[in-house]
């Protein structure tokens, strides 16, 4: 999670919720790619990482309690020893939905 580790809140909330979504779905397409467990794992990290600094930084309440649900899904996966890939697929799918921008993306991500 290094990547990530310096990142503030301050400068997450630079970022529109188009980019933050893309970017939390970045780390979940590297994760779905990753091969080694342990490498998944760490895909789950920076995925949480990046979904609570958004949480933080949403002001809106539907959308963030959306997302808080969201997260309850990932951290599922987080403590699954073999997470389910058509799980990681779907809450890849919905995360995709969240965002106008990033829904746009699906048929590039999800295929």
């Known amino acids: 999670m290094s990547q990530y580790a310096g990142l503030t809140l301050e400068r997450w909330r630079g970022f529109d919720r188009d980019r933050q979504v893309l970017m939390i779905a970045t780390e979940m397409h590297r994760g779905r790619l990753a091969v080694a467990p ?4 760490r895909a789950y990290e ?4 990046l979904t609570d600094l958004t949480i933080q930084a949403t ?32 809450l890849l799918h919905v995360l995709l939905l ?7 993306q699906r048929p590039y991500v999800l295929a």
């Open 59 to 90: 002001e809106q309440p539907t959308f963030r309690r959306e997302l808080l649900r969201w997260r309850d899904g990932i951290a599922e996966l987080y403590l699954e020893a073999r997470p389910a890939p058509e799980r990681h697929q779907a």
């Open 38 to 41: 342990e490498e998944v794992r």
């Open 98 to 104: 969240m965002s106008r921008e990033a829904s746009r």
């Open 46 to 49: 920076r995925v949480l990482r």
